[in-house]
């Protein structure tokens, strides 16, 4: 999905949040503020919403030094989900369909962004998870998935966010953590998941791979060449969030791909015809 006019609100809001904390004097913060604007608008007509965020906060990097302005946000969100977790097994375990409540689970985890929710309280998620459990999703979409994965001997699940991924283990062991091999970023952005994160989240011992640069999602441009292999060959592919969404509907290879996410943007709700903050699985290009 390339960038939509209804993204730069979203995009020049998100600028000014970083200018604001990259520096305490306003006439630093306006020059951060003209960088990263022309910058912005430079690139916008040839980039998905997370190649730009990679961009911007390339920049970001550069000028303050900071290479993890979210670390302290991802250590706290993968604590409140493990905390969580005892609880949310119990739910699996006692479901009906235990696939089904686990895929609502990951879902739900989804909640944790503080990349396309820039005023979210980490404090909201624990009561948004649990109502997931209660939350419509598509049927007819969700026993594909089930059927696709069952007969799947090898799947690429990419993770989106920190916190959201210790829920993902549900969902995981479900499908056989045998078949998996996991995504993450290759460099911090936002709350999204990298490498130095997945032993904390309890995902240490799965193969994984990275994306090789900084997008909050999967750039087709610039992740690098194992990944893209891996989008490719596998026989199932689970891309978890809407920053893989926005980056991933449009590939070629969508259509093995199964996207996992909340709603979170009216580019996004106007592109699904679905309502902000609904339970999304979709196989391959919106309907």
Do not use: W
């Amino acid at each position: 999905m390339q960038i939509q006019f209804g993204c730069f609100k979203c995009m020049f809001n998100m600028i000014c949040d970083m200018a604001q904390k990259a520096f305490d004097d306003d006439a630093r913060r306006r020059e951060l503020l003209g960088e990263l604007t022309q910058a912005a608008m430079a690139n916008a007509g040839k980039c998905t919403p997370p190649e730009m965020a990679s961009l911007l906060y390339g920049i970001y990097g550069q000028v303050t030094g900071v290479s993890d302005p979210f670390a302290e946000e991802k250590h706290h969100s993968t604590l409140l989900a493990r905390e969580l977790y005892p609880m949310l097994e119990v739910l699996v375990a006692n479901a009906d369909d235990p696939f089904v409540m686990a895929v609502k689970l990951a879902v739900g985890g989804n909640v944790i962004d503080f990349g396309a929710t820039p005023f979210f309280k980490l404090e909201s998620a624990r009561d948004a998870i649990f109502a997931t459990v209660s939350s419509p999703v598509d049927s007819a979409a969700l026993a594909e998935l089930k059927k696709r994965a069952v007969t799947a001997e090898n799947i690429f699940y990419i993770l989106d966010n920190c916190g959201e991924a210790v829920i993902d283990r549900l969902l995981i062991e479900q499908l056989g953590t045998e078949k998996i091999t996991l995504g993450v970023r290759g460099k911090a952005i936002f709350n999204d998941i990298t490498r130095s994160e997945l032993a904390e989240s309890g995902l240490g011992d799965l193969p994984v791979i990275d994306t090789g640069d900084n997008a909050p999602g999967v750039s087709l441009v610039n992740s690098s060449a194992e990944f893209l292999e891996k989008l490719r060959t596998a026989d199932l592919v689970i891309a978890k969030g809407q920053g893989n969404f926005e980056s991933l509907c449009d590939a070629p290879e969508n259509g093995n791909i199964f996207f996992l996410f909340r709603v979170k943007c009216p580019v996004v709700e106007e592109l699904t015809a679905a309502p902000a903050g609904s339970l999304q699985i979709r196989c391959g290009a919106p309907r």
